[in-house]
């Protein structure tokens, strides 16, 4: 806990206390679960947490409050009240389209991909990011999708391309 002074109405300075934090991972945000907590004053509990937990939302503990913070990974963290990944995939469902196989922290299902999805990249499946909690909405699941390199596009054919296409063009 920090603390710093404040200045009130009437001129006076008064101790005001920063609350403290929870962080936690976007798994846990997405389908809640367990987690250990250590407060202020060296308490260490293990906390039962709902699933849908937004950032910024409270959670109590031993008389304390704790506000909530979703640390994610450049792959996988939380917008809001959607859950937003970054998945390979091959030069084929870009291009064309398809069937892909996800597994994310609320479980494996298939989505389809289409074929405009290759030129930007984003597919937002509705109903499959954080689930509803309070005054919160149910999210969506917001896929980028990063382009996979095969093992048969090594380095020195990436070049051989390079140079017949530049060679093409002269």
Request: charged residues 25%.
């Amino acid at each position: 806990r920090e603390a710093m002074l404040s200045l009130d109405e009437g001129g006076e300075f008064e101790a005001v206390t920063s609350e403290l934090r929870l962080t936690i991972s976007p798994s846990l945000a997405m389908v809640g679960g367990q987690t250990k907590v250590t407060l202020a004053d060296g308490r260490k509990l293990v906390l039962t947490l709902p699933a849908g937990l937004r950032h910024g939302d409270k959670v109590g503990a031993g008389g304390e409050v704790l506000a909530v913070r979703i640390e994610g990974r450049p792959d996988l963290f939380v917008s809001g009240d959607d859950l937003c990944m970054t998945i390979k995939a091959n030069a084929a469902l870009l291009s064309q389209g398809g069937r892909l196989k996800l597994k994310t922290p609320g479980g494996a299902f298939y989505v389809w991909i289409p074929k405009q999805a290759g030129t930007n990249r984003i597919v937002r499946v509705l109903g499959k990011g954080l689930p509803p909690r309070g005054r919160h909405p149910q999210g969506a699941l917001i896929l980028k999708l990063a382009p996979e390199k095969s093992a048969k596009d090594t380095e020195a054919k990436t070049k051989r391309k390079r140079f017949g296409a530049a060679w093409a063009q002269a």
